[in-house]
């Protein structure tokens, strides 16, 4: 039975990966941070107490900003495959915390690589990159588009991205980049602007609410469906050689009109409801992301099924129920 350890296994796209592996026939392992109150809404539906046989799901706290405690984690577990999802992932926050954005975003990467390395635990690793770091270079982008970050996240992921490939070609670890551009879900954190429509959405509909507040609405972006790109992390990890891969849609969205697909669902026109917060804004804005995704399709035979439109409805049905 193979075994792989997650760190943000209580993160959207963490959760998805660990129904993956479990569905794969995986022992899964996820690194989980203490806190006070339960953090593991997503994978309860996967949790199992540890004493009935047959249980392969185990969590063990944990934090990236702990070198020691991964390389403790990894020699107990000697997993075959790595996943490294832990990180502050909102980019605008990353504004208000640079500091910790760069110490876990982007030095938590090498604490891992390097407790991989010292411990000697052949494990496959997997590093989340992100099309953040793209930033001001226009599109499409694919794996060989220059970087030019524009934001604290960003450019920790720049550092990330970079010290996965030095520590493949100077130690000949099995060590992947996977440059996802943005990916959605029903899971996705409720202050993410696209969960943010959705909930907006939702609850305008059922009279909940009577206004929903933006940012910048002429935002260009390639959303995918996260469930099918943690597929294609997991066939990273399965190549014979390590590379890295860009995973997107290779289609163009502004945030007006992921508003009008997630209104449309509900029968409202979302002009009427949405209206403008400077708050929302970043420092720096990055115009347009959009990923062409051809290396992907042609060695790891991977390829998007649910485009923006029907995400952006499948989101805010989701919400609509739920909140029923």
């Given at each position: 039975?193979?075994?792989?350890?997650?760190?943000?296994?209580?993160?959207?796209?963490?959760?998805?990966?660990?129904?993956?592996?479990?569905?794969?026939?995986?022992?899964?392992?996820?690194?989980?941070?203490?806190?006070?109150?339960?953090?593991?809404?997503?994978?309860?539906?996967?949790?199992?107490?540890?004493?009935?046989?047959?249980?392969?799901?185990?969590?063990?706290?944990?934090?990236?900003?702990?070198?020691?405690?991964?390389?403790?984690?990894?020699?107990?577990?000697?997993?075959?495959?790595?996943?490294?999802?832990?990180?502050?992932?909102?980019?605008?926050?990353?504004?208000?915390?640079?500091?910790?954005?760069?110490?876990?975003?982007?030095?938590?990467?090498?604490?891992?690589?390097?407790?991989?390395?010292?411990?000697?635990?052949?494990?496959?690793?997997?590093?989340?990159?992100?099309?953040?770091?793209?930033?001001?270079?226009?599109?499409?982008?694919?794996?060989?588009?220059?970087?030019?970050?524009?934001?604290?996240?960003?450019?920790?992921?720049?550092?990330?991205?970079?010290?996965?490939?030095?520590?493949?070609?100077?130690?000949?670890?099995?060590?992947?980049?996977?440059?996802?551009?943005?990916?959605?879900?029903?899971?996705?954190?409720?202050?993410?602007?696209?969960?943010?429509?959705?909930?907006?959405?939702?609850?305008i509909a059922a009279g909940l609410q009577k206004?929903?507040?933006?940012?910048?609405?002429?935002?260009?972006?390639?959303?995918?469906?996260?469930?099918?790109?943690?597929?294609?992390?997991?066939?990273?990890?399965?190549?014979?050689?390590?590379?890295?891969?860009?995973?997107?849609?290779?289609?163009?969205?502004?945030?007006?009109?992921?508003?009008?697909?997630?209104?449309?669902?509900?029968?409202?026109?979302?002009?009427?409801?949405?209206?403008?917060?400077?708050?929302?804004?970043?420092?720096?804005?990055?115009?347009?992301?959009?990923?062409?995704?051809?290396?992907?399709?042609?060695?790891?035979?991977?390829?998007?099924?649910?485009?923006?439109?029907?995400?952006?409805?499948?989101?805010?049905?989701?919400?609509?129920?739920?909140?029923?």
């Amino acid at each position: 039975m193979k075994k792989a350890l997650i760190t943000g296994i209580t993160g959207q796209d963490g959760s998805y990966l660990a129904e993956l592996l479990l569905e794969k026939g995986y022992e899964v392992h996820g690194v989980i941070r203490r806190s006070s109150t339960f953090n593991t809404s997503r994978i309860d539906h996967l949790y199992q107490d540890p004493h009935i046989a047959g249980t392969r799901l185990f969590l063990h706290y944990g934090d990236l900003s702990d070198g020691s405690r991964m390389a403790t984690l990894l020699t107990k577990i000697a997993p075959d495959e790595v996943y490294n999802l832990a990180a502050q992932s909102h980019v605008r926050v990353s504004f208000d915390e640079p500091e910790y954005t760069a110490d876990t975003t982007g030095v938590g990467s090498i604490r891992l690589l390097e407790a991989i390395r010292l411990t000697e635990v052949p494990a496959r690793f997997y590093q989340a990159s992100s099309s953040e770091m793209f930033g001001a270079t226009p599109p499409p982008q694919n794996e060989e588009t220059p970087f030019y970050p524009r934001s604290p996240y960003g450019v920790a992921k720049v550092y990330s991205y970079w010290i996965t490939k030095n520590y493949r070609e100077a130690y000949g670890m099995y060590a992947c980049n996977g440059i996802l551009f943005n990916h959605e879900s029903e899971r996705r954190g409720e202050t993410f602007v696209t969960r943010k429509i959705a909930i907006g959405a939702a609850r305008i509909a059922a009279g909940l609410q009577k206004e929903l507040f933006m940012g910048n609405l002429d935002s260009v972006r390639d959303w995918g469906y996260a469930p099918e790109y943690v597929e294609g992390m997991w066939r990273m990890l399965q190549q014979d050689a390590a590379d890295d891969y860009v995973l997107a849609t290779n289609t163009a969205y502004t945030v007006k009109d992921f508003l009008q697909f997630s209104f449309e669902a509900v029968d409202l026109d979302w002009e009427k409801y949405v209206k403008f917060d400077e708050r929302y804004l970043r420092p720096t804005e990055v115009d347009a992301l959009v990923g062409d995704y051809s290396k992907a399709k042609n060695v790891l035979g991977w390829e998007p099924k649910v485009l923006t439109p029907e995400l952006a409805k499948r989101m805010t049905l989701a919400e609509v129920e739920s909140a029923n």
